[in-house]
């Protein structure tokens, strides 16, 4: 088991910044892509960054490439994603899912299906 507890949401203006953060504790001697995903109010779960076990490699959504940047502490057994530039559209809950079947250096699944574990969220509100 591994569990995932997401910080670091909160309110911002657009334009401004925030880091996100992914703690994971349980099993974590386990080797495992994360993903962060988001969802709006209406709308479905989509695919936000994800990146593998070992750091070296990383995959965005269209819509925050250039923005956001998704990284790592496996010391710390920690992901963030740190968002800058944030617009109103990135106003959400953020999830961050855990992939046990990855090898060290494949990023997960822009798909939340494949995710064993998921943590509980945290809001991102993005005033205009």
């Known amino acids: 088991q591994v569990q995932l507890v997401e910080s670091g949401g909160g309110l911002v203006q657009a334009g401004g910044s925030l880091r996100l953060s992914c703690a994971a504790s349980?099993?974590?001697?386990?080797?495992?892509?994360t993903g962060w995903f988001r969802q709006a109010p209406g709308k479905e779960r989509e695919f936000v960054a994800t990146?593998?076990?070992?750091?070296?490699?990383?995959n965005y959504a269209d819509s925050v490439k250039g923005r956001f940047t998704i990284s790592r502490d496996n010391a710390k057994n920690t992901v963030y994603l740190q968002m800058n530039s944030l617009e109103p559209e990135d106003t959400a809950v953020y999830y961050c899912?855990?992939?046990?079947?990855?090898?060290?250096?494949?990023?997960?699944?822009?798909?939340?299906?494949?995710?064993?574990?998921w943590g509980q969220g945290t809001q991102v509100t993005v005033s205009s």
């Open positions: 990146i593998s076990w070992s750091g070296g490699s990383t």
């Open positions: 899912a855990a992939d046990l079947h990855k090898n060290p250096m494949t990023y997960g699944s822009s798909w939340p299906a494949p995710y064993d574990y």
């Open positions: 349980g099993r974590t001697s386990s080797s495992y892509a």
